[in-house]
Every structure is written in C-alpha cells, then in structure tokens.
C-alpha cells in the first residue's frame, strides 16, 4: 500500500531522515535549520513558517530541506545569495536537475553530491518517489 501523503503532489514536507542529518551534521556542526516546523526542527535554532525563513537572514552553518513544490526555487535562491553573504548552506533537494531552479542557482555554484538510491524520509512507509542530493553553498568570505 502506498502512503499517499508521501507522494509529491499530495505534501511538499518531507523530513529530514535523521541517520542522514547526523551524518551532515558530525561534519558541518549547523547552527540554524532556516526551513523548520517544531516538530521537525534539526537545530535548537530554527525558523518556523511563522517567521518566515525567507525573509530572515541566515548566518553560520545552516541546515536546509525546505519545502519541495513550487516555492523551492525561492529557497535554493535564498541558500545562494546567503552564501555570497557568508552563510554556509547545506541543503537536501530533490535531485531534478531538469528544473530552472537547478540550473539558475546549483548547477556550478554549489558542491553537489547525488544521493544513491531512493531516501526513505522521517514518517514515511516508503521511500520517495525521486532522487535526492545534497547541495553545499559555501559561505563566500
């Protein structure tokens, strides 16, 4: 049977599987998840829906799986012009690298690492129906 919810068009919010986010963590040491809900928070500093992480400004090491439908593209944007600010960003996205979003602000501007296989994510019976990657915006300094 398949989990419906866990479907790309039925959520956008798919969390984070902790081996992995320990994994990223052991070596980055995140200071901010910028795209959180409490629930699902990796960091003890996170911004919620209700602040907005788009509209804040990141610092340190930041932790990013946001949302994956339409309004990614604004949050990878926002990942790299953190970067030019200084911001290290490590972000867990799908691996479409058909999209504008991929081509406009990863593609050469990012350390990509393509994630073998098909990640099963927090909450979820089954694994995803996409490829995933990790992106690294290093902070510019």
Not at 60 to 66: D, K, R, T, Y
């Amino acid at each position: 049977m398949i989990n419906k919810g866990l479907m790309s068009s039925n959520t956008d919010l798919w969390e984070t599987p902790q081996w992995l986010f320990d994994k990223l963590n052991k070596q980055y040491q995140f200071t901010l998840d910028v795209c959180a809900i409490s629930k699902n928070a990796k960091c003890k500093s996170f911004y919620n829906p209700e602040e907005d992480g788009l509209m804040q400004i990141w610092r340190g090491i930041c932790w990013m799986n946001p949302p994956y439908g339409r309004e990614i593209k604004k949050w990878v944007k926002k990942a790299y012009e953190s970067s030019l600010q200084g911001a290290t960003v490590v972000a867990l996205l799908p691996a479409r690298t058909d999209t504008a979003w991929f081509w406009d602000y990863v593609i050469n501007k990012a350390k990509i690492t393509f994630i073998r296989g098909r990640l099963k994510f927090e909450g979820g019976r089954n694994s995803a129906p996409f490829p995933s990657m990790i992106a690294v915006f290093e902070g510019i300094k």
